[in-house]
C-alpha cells in the first residue's frame, strides 16, 4: 500500500472521542501521530526524553539526526494535508524545494537515470529543519502539550480494561502517571512494547531481521547558492560503498558516506577523502575535496540490520495501546523512507479512529499498516539481497526481482519514462506492481 491506495487526510471525517491520547516519542512519527488523535480526543500528551528546542537542532536521543534525512513525496505530501503550509515553511526556514527528474544525479548499475519526462517535487532540508517546523505546527494545536525531558517506563494496564496510561518521570526524576484512552508508542526501534507484551502475559511478536551492517560516516560542505544539485551514488555490487550531497539550509550540503558488510565508512579526514575518491563518480571526490567542510567533526552513525516486527501476525494484543513508525519496522536508511512510512502510519490511524473509533482497534491497524510496511520492506530489503553477505529471511523471487529491476535500471539511463516510473515506486507515490504493466515491460526488456 503506497500513497496512490489511500484515501487522502480529511479532517471532517473525525468524531470526537472523550478522553486523552497519549504519544510516546517526539519523533517525526510521533508528531504526525500527534496532529491525527488530537482531532478526535479531548487532550493529547507527547511525552519525549529529550529536551525540545525551539530551534532545529539534533536530538541526543535521535544520533542519526545528524545524517542525512530524504522526505519522499508521499511523506510530503501526507504532512501537507496534516500541518497545510508545511512546504512553505520548509523552504522559508531555508529548505529547498528541487526537481527530482532533473536536479537529482542518481547514479547506479554504471551509469546515470536520464532526466525524467515529469516534474518530481522534492524538499530538501535537514532532518532536524523537517522535526522543527512539524513539531511547531504541532505546538500551535490548543489541546497538544508538549512533555519534554520526560522519561516513559511503564504502561497502566489492567486485564479488564487494557492499556489505560502510562508511568513517566519528569524532568526532576519524579514519578507520575498519566491516564489515557488511547496511547500510540513511537519510541523508535528501541521500543519496549514487546517485552512488555512478554512479561505480562501476552505474545510478542516475532521479528524478521535483514542484517546489512551499514556505516555512515556525515560532514556538512558549503554550497553555492545557485547549486542545488542532489548527489545519490547508492552501494551496488560488487561495490559496497556509497555517497549521498543533499543540499540544505544555510547554503549548505549534507554529505555523507556509506559502506557496507564490513567496508566501514571512515571518521578522520584522509580517510574520509580517499573513500570519496573510490566512488566512481568525479562529484563524490570533488565535493569535499574542493569545498569547504562546515563540520567540526566527522558524525558517524551504525546501522546493522533492518528489522520488521510482525504485530500484524498477533492474535491477541491489549486494548487502549498501538505501535508506529520505526517501533514496528526500521528500514535501511540508504532509501530514506522512515519519516515517510511513518507519516502513512499516521493516515492509517486517522482513517480507522474516524471508521471504528476505539472498537477491535490495535489488530485492524496492525493490519492496515503491514500492508504500508511491506511496501518500502520490499525496495529495501530486495535491494540488499543483491548483496550476497546480506543475511536474514529472504522474500520469494527476490533473485528474479533484482534481475528486473537491474535491467529496468540500465534502461532507465536512456529512458526518461522508466526513470519516472522507478522514483514514483522509490518515493512512495506507487505500487512496485506498477513495473509490471505492460508498458514498462516492453521498455524494460526490449533489446
Same mark, same amino acid.
Given at each position: 500500500?503506497?500513497?496512490?491506495?489511500?484515501?487522502?487526510?480529511?479532517?471532517?471525517?473525525?468524531?470526537?472521542?472523550?478522553?486523552?491520547?497519549?504519544?510516546?516519542?517526539?519523533?517525526?512519527?510521533?508528531?504526525?501521530?500527534?496532529?491525527?488523535?488530537?482531532?478526535?480526543?479531548?487532550?493529547?500528551?507527547?511525552?519525549?526524553?529529550?529536551?525540545?528546542?525551539?530551534?532545529?537542532?539534533?536530538?541526543?536521543?535521535?544520533?542519526?539526526?545528524?545524517?542525512?534525512?530524504?522526505?519522499?513525496?508521499?511523506?510530503?505530501?501526507?504532512?501537507?494535508?496534516?500541518?497545510?503550509?508545511?512546504?512553505?515553511?520548509?523552504?522559508?526556514?531555508?529548505?529547498?524545494?528541487?526537481?527530482?527528474?532533473?536536479?537529482?544525479?542518481?547514479?547506479?548499475?554504471?551509469?546515470?537515470?536520464?532526466?525524467?519526462?515529469?516534474?518530481?517535487?522534492?524538499?530538501?532540508?535537514?532532518?532536524?529543519?523537517?522535526?522543527?517546523?512539524?513539531?511547531?505546527?504541532?505546538?500551535?494545536?490548543?489541546?497538544?502539550?508538549?512533555?519534554?525531558?520526560?522519561?516513559?517506563?511503564?504502561?497502566?494496564?489492567?486485564?479488564?480494561?487494557?492499556?489505560?496510561?502510562?508511568?513517566?518521570?519528569?524532568?526532576?526524576?519524579?514519578?507520575?502517571?498519566?491516564?489515557?484512552?488511547?496511547? @500510540? =508508542?513511537?519510541? %523508535?526501534?528501541?521500543? $519496549?512494547?514487546? *517485552? #512488555?507484551?512478554?512479561?505480562?502475559?501476552?505474545?510478542? !511478536?516475532?521479528?524478521?531481521?535483514?542484517?546489512?551492517?551499514?556505516?555512515?560516516?556525515?560532514?556538512?560542505?558549503?554550497?553555492?547558492?545557485?547549486?542545488?544539485?542532489?548527489?545519490?551514488?547508492?552501494?551496488?555490487?560488487?561495490?559496497?560503498?556509497?555517497?549521498?550531497?543533499?543540499?540544505?539550509?544555510?547554503?549548505?550540503?549534507?554529505?555523507?558516506?556509506?559502506?557496507?558488510?564490513?567496508?566501514?565508512?571512515?571518521?578522520?579526514?584522509?580517510?574520509?577523502?580517499?573513500?570519496?575518491?573510490?566512488?566512481? @563518480? =568525479?562529484?563524490? %571526490?570533488?565535493?569535499? $575535496?574542493?569545498? *569547504? #567542510?562546515?563540520?567540526?567533526?566527522?558524525?558517524?552513525? !551504525?546501522?546493522?540490520?533492518?528489522?520488521?516486527?510482525?504485530?500484524?501476525?498477533?492474535?491477541?494484543?491489549?486494548?487502549?495501546?498501538?505501535?508506529?513508525?520505526?517501533?514496528?519496522?526500521?528500514?535501511?536508511?540508504?532509501?530514506?523512507?522512515?519519516?515517510?512510512?511513518?507519516?502513512?502510519?499516521?493516515?492509517?490511524?486517522?482513517?480507522?479512529?474516524?471508521?471504528?473509533?476505539?472498537?477491535?482497534?490495535?489488530?485492524?491497524?496492525?493490519?492496515?499498516?503491514?500492508?504500508?510496511?511491506?511496501?518500502?520492506?520490499?525496495?529495501?530489503?530486495?535491494?540488499?539481497?543483491?548483496?550476497?553477505?546480506?543475511?536474514?529471511?529472504?522474500?520469494?523471487?527476490?533473485?528474479?526481482?533484482?534481475?528486473?529491476?537491474?535491467?529496468?535500471?540500465?534502461?532507465?539511463?536512456?529512458?526518461?519514462?522508466?526513470?519516472?516510473?522507478?522514483?514514483?515506486?522509490?518515493?512512495?507515490?506507487?505500487?512496485?506492481?506498477?513495473?509490471?504493466?505492460?508498458?514498462?515491460?516492453?521498455?524494460?526488456?526490449?533489446?
Amino acid at each position: 500500500m503506497v500513497l496512490a491506495d489511500i484515501d487522502r487526510y480529511d479532517q471532517s471525517r473525525n468524531a470526537q472521542i472523550d478522553g486523552r491520547a497519549i504519544i510516546l516519542g517526539a519523533s517525526m512519527a510521533g508528531l504526525a501521530a500527534a496532529k491525527v488523535v488530537s482531532d478526535v480526543f479531548d487532550e493529547v500528551a507527547v511525552i519525549e526524553r529529550d529536551p525540545l528546542p525551539d530551534v532545529p537542532a539534533t536530538r541526543d536521543g535521535a544520533p542519526q539526526t545528524s545524517h542525512p534525512h530524504v522526505l519522499l513525496e508521499a511523506g510530503r505530501t501526507t504532512l501537507e494535508d496534516f500541518f497545510p503550509g508545511f512546504s512553505e515553511d520548509v523552504i522559508r526556514s531555508g529548505g529547498l524545494m528541487v526537481d527530482a527528474a532533473t536536479e537529482m544525479e542518481y547514479y547506479e548499475n554504471g551509469g546515470f537515470f536520464a532526466d525524467g519526462p515529469n516534474h518530481l517535487p522534492m524538499l530538501c532540508a535537514s532532518r532536524a529543519l523537517f522535526e522543527h517546523v512539524v513539531r511547531q505546527h504541532v505546538r500551535e494545536l490548543p489541546n497538544v502539550e508538549l512533555l519534554d525531558n520526560c522519561r516513559f517506563y511503564d504502561y497502566l494496564y489492567t486485564s479488564e480494561n487494557g492499556v489505560t496510561g502510562v508511568r513517566y518521570r519528569d524532568g526532576t526524576g519524579n514519578k507520575k502517571t498519566l491516564s489515557a484512552a488511547l496511547v @500510540v =508508542d513511537a519510541t %523508535g526501534r528501541t521500543s $519496549r512494547t514487546p *517485552d #512488555w507484551l512478554d512479561e505480562n502475559g501476552f505474545e510478542a !511478536p516475532d521479528v524478521e531481521e535483514v542484517s546489512i551492517n551499514v556505516t555512515y560516516s556525515t560532514i556538512r560542505l558549503d554550497r553555492p547558492s545557485d547549486n542545488r544539485t542532489v548527489l545519490f551514488v547508492p552501494p551496488s555490487p560488487p561495490r559496497k560503498r556509497g555517497v549521498a550531497a543533499i543540499p540544505i539550509e544555510d547554503g549548505q550540503w549534507e554529505f555523507i558516506l556509506q559502506g557496507i558488510h564490513g567496508d566501514d565508512a571512515p571518521t578522520d579526514c584522509p580517510a574520509f577523502i580517499e573513500f570519496a575518491n573510490s566512488i566512481p @563518480v =568525479d562529484e563524490a %571526490g570533488q565535493l569535499p $575535496r574542493e569545498r *569547504d #567542510w562546515v563540520s567540526d567533526e566527522i558524525h558517524h552513525y !551504525p546501522f546493522p540490520s533492518s528489522i520488521r516486527r510482525r504485530y500484524d501476525e498477533l492474535e491477541e494484543f491489549p486494548d487502549g495501546l498501538v505501535v508506529t513508525g520505526d517501533a514496528i519496522a526500521s528500514f535501511n536508511p540508504v532509501y530514506g523512507q522512515g519519516m515517510s512510512v511513518g507519516s502513512l502510519d499516521a493516515l492509517l490511524l486517522h482513517h480507522l479512529l474516524a471508521e471504528t473509533g476505539l472498537d477491535e482497534f490495535a489488530l485492524t491497524y496492525f493490519s492496515r499498516t503491514a500492508a504500508v510496511i511491506q511496501q518500502a520492506w520490499q525496495i529495501a530489503v530486495v535491494a540488499d539481497f543483491a548483496f550476497p553477505m546480506t543475511t536474514g529471511p529472504k522474500p520469494l523471487g527476490t533473485d528474479l526481482l533484482n534481475w528486473y529491476i537491474n535491467r529496468l535500471i540500465r534502461s532507465a539511463h536512456a529512458d526518461g519514462e522508466l526513470m519516472d516510473a522507478f522514483y514514483r515506486v522509490f518515493r512512495l507515490e506507487k505500487s512496485a506492481t506498477s513495473l509490471f504493466r505492460p508498458g514498462v515491460v516492453r521498455r524494460v526488456l526490449q533489446p
